[in-house]
Nanobody
Framework: QVQLVESGGALVQPGGSLKLSCVGS????SGWPMRWYRQAPGKERE????????????TYADSVKGRFIISRDNKSNTLYLQMGSLKAEDTAVYYC????????WGKGTLVTVSS
């Protein structure tokens, strides 16, 4: 079955950096666009970044543009999110997502930005 497993969440100070990973299995990872979403406490889940199947095109939410980079390694079925210049408002659970016949989500990884 389709599985998405995120990792890399941590407590980090404002201004710091962090890299998230998501390993996909149970589907042809290289054939599908992938996305990172996040959900902050008390807020709705929001789309953070998208990458095409081949990795050649990326899009970002305005709130993270210039600070986050989405990438993928189709040989290892891994999606990444490199986060820099982190702010308190980046605190959230980060989810990996793909849409095949339906929507598939990982369980999420918690990023806390605090001094």
């Amino acid at each position: 079955q389709v599985q998405l497993v995120e990792s890399g969440g941590a407590l980090v100070q404002p201004g710091g950096s962090l890299k998230l990973s998501c390993v996909g299995s149970g589907f042809t990872f290289s054939g599908w666009p992938m996305r990172w979403y996040r959900q902050a406490p008390g807020k709705e889940r929001e789309l953070v970044a998208t990458i095409t199947a081949g990795g050649g095109r990326t899009t970002y939410a305005d709130s993270v543009k210039g600070r986050f980079i989405i990438s993928r390694d189709n040989k290892s079925n891994t999606l990444y999110l490199q986060m820099g210049s982190l702010k308190a408002e980046d605190t959230a659970v980060y989810y990996c997502h793909t849409r095949l016949a339906g929507d598939y989500w990982g369980k999420g990884t918690l990023v806390t930005v605090s001094s």
